[in-house]
């Protein structure tokens, strides 16, 4: 049946099954040619030489005849080759500019290509909207938030319960503020932006360290860094400190008590929760947290997203191992 495409003015009508239908004829004719042609030879009509030439000129027309059919899905097959992201073309597929002789499938195909095309630019503009508000305004209550917690630390006359909720607010500020950081990264199609760079792991995750410190303030978990190792990735510093934020806090969520080790191998950084047997035998009925949490979820989000593979372990006694590698480490 004809299809109809988008139109301004008169609609344009694609016959279905006109590609097949001139294929058809243009193969028919040329059978029946060669088959004259042939003919010719077998009765001494005409001399071998002219039956050849005919036969392949009848060949060359032919197939110059079906390369005019192929043209409207050739010329479709070059707009999508050449399809710019950045500034698309949306009005290049629409089916009015296809020639008037194509089959209604090929206008049918252009069709959702534009409607496709449509959508996935406007998801693209969402996108930036959402991370351009979102960065604006979730990071300027927490700045506010972060200054005035600072000014009531300084107050002189603070009590001892008024000291512990400050630190409290500095903690949740902190841990939100890297959460909103997260949850940006893994909202961009693409790492645009995010300031790729050569860096240091073991420098990222010396600075990274006194956030986790102060973060961790008042509970009875102490945070070591081993270094038998340095190297450089080419990458956002941004996004390494946030995924081992993530690890570490993950780790942290894992005892109440005890030491989290951050190790920094060739190629690879490793978190480990090490509970002492005797911290561990103290308090055999506290409450743990599911290995498998929020913070965990994004890091293996934001590994798959950067292509660092991240693996999991467990091991006796509540050791909890996370294994970060960096296929593209780079000499410190």
Known sequence: MPSRGPT?????????GAY???????????????AITCLMGIYNVAPLAAVLALIVITSVLAWFAALREWRP?????????????????????LPDHLPRRTDADIA???????????????????ERSFTRDASHELRSPLTVIKMSNEMLADEPQMS??????????????????????AMLI???????????????????LQNELVYAREVLEGRPIELLLEEPSRFAVHASPRVFAVLCWQ????????????????????????????????????????PRVDRHGFELAIAQRISERFDWPLELQTREGEENIARLRFPGALPA
Not at 108 to 126: F, K, M, W
Request: charge should be neutral; include cysteine.
């Open 108 to 126: 049918t195909l252009a069709r959702g290509l534009h409607h496709l095309a449509s959508r996935i630019q406007g998801y693209s503009e969402r």
């Open 73 to 93: 899905i050739s010329e479709l097959a070059k707009i999508v080759n050449g399809w710019n992201e950045e500034a698309p073309d949306l009005d290049s597929l």
């Open 247 to 286: 690890l570490i806090r993950n780790a942290c969520q894992q005892t109440d008590q005890g030491t989290i080790v951050i190790t920094v191998a060739p190629g690879m950084v490793t978190v480990v929760n090490r509970v002492q047997p005797e911290q561990a035998a103290g308090q055999p009925d506290a």
């Open 20 to 34: 097949r239908r001139r294929l058809a004829l243009v193969f028919g004719l040329q059978l029946a040619a060669v």
């Open 186 to 204: 893994l909202a961009r199609e693409s790492d645009n932006g995010l300031g790729e760079q050569n860096f240091v792991v073991n420098d990222v």
């Open 160 to 181: 001892a319960f008024g000291q512990r909720s400050v630190r409290r607010i500095r903690r949740a500020a902190r841990e939100m503020e890297v959460l909103v950081e």
């Open 8 to 16: 301004s003015g008169a609609a344009v009508v694609f016959a279905a």
